[in-house]
């Protein structure tokens, strides 16, 4: 070994040796990286990427100008796929802001599990449905 430091010398160090790690580390993760992409690839076209909040297009073309909406759904927005929906309404409905579970405001949304359950509550909050679209989502206004 003195013998290879005599003859490398400027070539074998701490640094060289990290180094040396360093990119056989990155090679390895290349050759898994590249051998996973075609079956990632093959997964996420077999699985789109559903956008929850189209469930509320074209709902901001009705509202016009208001700037504040109740919304209410008896699902439970812990839940992450719940609040990605609403989230995503949200996103659909901006500049316009989803007050949840505020049934006071002039315009309310109604997102429930099944429609005897939206009409209940639209029947409860004295309002009067609007619109229903093809997933079920009903606009209500508050009576005058």
Known sequence: M???????????????????????AIIINAIELFKKTPKNIAQR???????????FAGLDKILGGVTRIGY?????????????QFSQA???????ILDPYNLNHAFTLF??????????KIRASNAIPLKKNQFGVILA???P
């Open 90 to 96: 949200q996103y659909i409905l901006a500049p316009a």
């Open 72 to 84: 209410y759904t008896d699902r439970d927005l812990s839940k992450n796929s719940e609040a990605a």
């Open 2 to 24: 003195m013998k290879l430091l005599k003859v490398f010398p400027r070539y074998i160090g701490l640094k060289s040796v990290f180094s040396a790690i360093i990119i056989i």
């Open 111 to 120: 997102d429930c599990s099944s429609q005897e359950k939206c009409q209940e």
């Open 141 to 143: 206004g508050k009576k």
């Open 45 to 55: 076209n077999n699985l789109p990427f559903y956008f929850l909040g189209m469930k």
